[in-house]
């Protein structure tokens, strides 16, 4: 009929958008959880992931602090132990996953990143997960359309800057405990990462069980692809699940 509104067209879009506001809460704040990863391009020890939801008030309650809530690659190593405390004891809910290196050597990096981040999904209530990348995780299919994936979201976004600090902070010091069984590589300095000493002491002693056995191929194999890849950190160089030791989170 003649002037009477046509319907709406319902695009797949607007249909995922509502599903997602809809499964959310309708009252009170949004429930914010951040999730970051680190140690992806090293060549020994595990990968270690961190879910974190912080209190409205966080900022306030860090005070001068604030500051350095940001990625954990550029904040000092004291800073970031101090901060990692204050976010366990004022976070609601902090959650890490540890990937250790046998199923990273099985399965490959790829796997073991988009794996941690399903497994905290799944473990944290929230009304929206935002995670620091492009690479989109699997999630409970109850969540998966709260999932926001957002590069430089550890640089950007507080709660993933709290993951970042968090991730970093309990994979240092699981590679300093296995740096005490294996003391020639360095581990409680580089923390698994190819830097030359560690590269050196690989050629010396050859790897232990603790390496990643194609990161540590791919890094002694010295191609032009893996070299450049070396200097520039840059993993799109690489196939996924054969990045080399990059030195990015010291």
Request: glycine share 8%; proline share 7%; with cysteine.
């Amino acid at each position: 009929m003649s002037g009477q509104p046509r319907p709406e067209k319902v695009t797949s879009e607007k249909v995922t958008v509502q599903a997602a506001l809809i499964a959310a809460p309708q009252c009170g704040p949004l429930v914010q959880c951040g999730l970051d990863e680190v140690g992806r391009g090293a060549l020994a020890g595990p990968l270690v992931a961190a879910a974190v939801v912080l209190p409205a008030d966080f900022a306030e309650r860090l005070g001068p602090l604030v500051r350095f809530l940001r990625d954990s690659k550029t904040v000092p190593r004291r800073r970031r132990e101090q901060l990692a405390e204050l976010i366990w004891r004022h976070a609601p809910v902090v959650e890490v996953q540890v990937v250790p290196v046998a199923r990273i050597n099985r399965r490959g990096i790829g796997w073991a990143n988009r794996e941690a981040f399903r497994l905290l999904i799944g473990r944290v209530a929230a009304d929206e997960y935002v995670v620091d990348g492009r690479v989109r995780p699997p999630a409970p299919r109850d969540r998966a359309q709260l999932v926001r994936c957002m590069v430089r979201a550890d640089a950007e976004v507080p709660a993933v800057s709290a993951a970042s600090l968090v991730a970093k902070v309990h994979r240092d010091a699981l590679m300093c405990l296995l740096h005490e069984r294996h003391p020639d590589y360095g581990w409680h300095e580089n923390v698994g990462y190819g830097t030359p000493a560690h590269l050196a002491a690989l050629r010396a002693h050859g790897p232990t069980a603790e390496h990643r056995t194609v990161f540590v191929a791919t890094a002694l194999g010295g191609s032009q692809r893996a070299q450049k890849a070396l200097a520039q950190g840059d993993f799109a160089l690489l196939e996924d699940g054969a990045e080399v030791g990059v030195d990015e989170e010291q």
